[in-house]
């Protein structure tokens, strides 16, 4: 006989499907950090926009690094890129999770969680990730390491998808941080995943 055939036994409580939605609301916009991004086209641009004549672009070279924290950890489903088919479209994609620190060198040197060469049909598709490689994310890097063949690579929208992990918001972490020195108390948090 199996547990759920015993008379009193409680059954655990099921989960409904999770629902993958647009993760722009988690993201914690204060922190986010573009490297070799052209200082007119802010990185909001392409994040937080309605208006597809807005775009990204990288400043000396095709490639860029996005640098972007969440509010609370999040599982990434897949992306979304838009992009022009003008040669400035991302082709080769780097995505890193939970590096507290990423420039180019560690971009360049260390081993990507998942990497994407990008079609010019992707510009227009979802772009699924490995789930399983992306649970429980406080941020994600994306490196932009090459585009289809133009001086500096442009981006008219990104988007990221998933849902929460429904974790702990890190910015109650800021404010109870904040509390306790001003009352000349010491702050320790340890993160263990």
Not at 42 to 64: E, Y
Not at 96 to 103: A, L, P, W, Y
Request: hydrophobic share 35%; with cysteine.
């Amino acid at each position: 006989m199996c547990i759920r055939d015993r008379p009193g036994m409680a059954l655990p409580k099921e989960e409904g499907p999770v629902k993958i939605e647009n993760l722009e609301s988690l993201i914690d916009f204060g922190n986010i950090e573009c490297l070799n991004i052209d200082a007119k086209t802010p990185f909001t641009n392409a994040l937080k926009q309605a208006d597809p004549s807005l775009l990204i672009k990288s400043d000396t070279d095709p490639q860029l690094l996005l640098n972007i924290p969440f509010i609370s950890q999040i599982k990434l489903h897949h992306l979304r890129i838009s992009a022009n088919n003008d040669g400035t479209g991302p082709k080769l994609v780097k995505l890193f999770s939970n590096r507290v620190t990423m420039g180019f060198s560690d971009a360049e040197s260390q081993a990507p969680d998942q990497v994407f060469t990008l079609t010019l049909k992707d510009y227009t598709n979802d772009i699924n990730v490995k789930y399983v490689n992306f649970q429980h994310v406080d941020r994600i890097s994306i490196f932009i390491e090459s585009n289809y063949g133009a001086p500096i690579t442009a981006i008219k929208k990104l988007e990221l998808w998933g849902c929460s992990a429904k974790g702990t918001n890190l910015k109650d972490f800021a404010q109870v941080q904040e509390k306790m020195l001003k009352q000349g108390q010491k702050f320790t948090f340890t993160y263990s995943n």
